[in-house]
């Protein structure tokens, strides 16, 4: 699987948006694009994914650039529980595929 | 939506005794169960994977003997931690693909502790 890189961590002030950016150089053709997030404490948390659209769904919108080798999640209106760790994940979509983890990016929403 | 149930989501047992955690998957079907490990401040690392009526596929490193996982129905996993040691202390987590969803579906997670 593709690594990804992300900023270690970023600040947003409450109620603004939240732009997050991933890069991923070596993604493949079949690879999606994957964005988690982890609250202190407790199991990684779903929020969207794509392969090569933009995708928008309740939580937040994805814009994948046209070379597809980078990414940014956008939390539209950010509020204090959107703290979180955010993990931009590089997968194909074959069964049983494993999540490669990086660092991730510690997003803190500030009141 | 799809859901894990992960227990205990917490546990302290004292160094040399085994622990188990169970993991469910409330409303489908999981063929399929990983296990991540996570110690504080860093990112999660898959120890093994695990699939209904077979052995499980321990990553490099993880000791098997150690880590009995086992998966025996549709619906639950488990991870036993034998012989704890102070550092196993660490943060558990499961995780199940569910396939009629996009992504993986993950537990609460367990905080074990050994003293």
């Known amino acids: 699987d593709a690594k990804t890189t992300q900023p270690p961590s970023m600040d947003c002030a409450e109620g603004r948006a939240a732009n997050l950016p991933c890069n991923h150089s070596?993604?493949?053709?079949?690879?999606?694009v994957y964005w988690y997030r982890q609250i202190h404490s407790q199991g990684p948390q779903y929020i969207i994914h794509?392969?090569?659209?933009?995708e928008t769904n309740e939580m937040a919108s994805l814009i994948i650039t046209e070379d597809r080798k980078s990414s940014t999640l956008i939390l539209p209106h950010a509020t204090l529980r959107d703290t979180a760790v955010y993990y931009c994940?590089?997968?194909?979509?074959?069964?049983?595929?494993?999540?490669?983890w990086g660092l991730g990016t510690s997003l803190a929403v500030n009141p | 939506g799809a859901v894990v149930s992960q227990h205990p989501s917490w546990v302290i047992c004292k160094s040399g005794t085994s622990v188990k955690i169970e993991c469910r998957s409330l409303?489908?079907?999981?063929?399929?169960m990983f296990w991540y490990r996570q110690f504080p401040k860093q990112s999660l690392m898959l120890m093994a994977t695990?699939?209904?009526?077979?052995?499980?596929?321990?990553e490099q490193g993880v000791e098997k003997d150690k880590f009995l996982i086992n998966h025996a129905s549709l619906t639950l996993s488990t991870l036993t931690v034998t012989s704890a040691h102070p550092e196993d202390s660490s943060f558990y987590i499961c995780?199940?693909?569910?396939?009629?969803?996009?992504?993986?579906?993950f537990g609460s997670g367990t905080r074990l502790t050994v003293v």
């Open positions: 995780s199940a693909l569910h396939r009629g969803s996009y992504g993986y579906t």
């Open positions: 409303d489908f079907q999981a063929t399929t």
């Open positions: 695990s699939n209904e009526g077979s052995k499980a596929t321990y």
């Open positions: 070596t993604i493949s053709g079949n690879e999606y």
């Open positions: 794509g392969l090569k659209n933009n």
């Open positions: 994940i590089v997968t194909n979509a074959g069964n049983n595929r494993k999540l490669i």
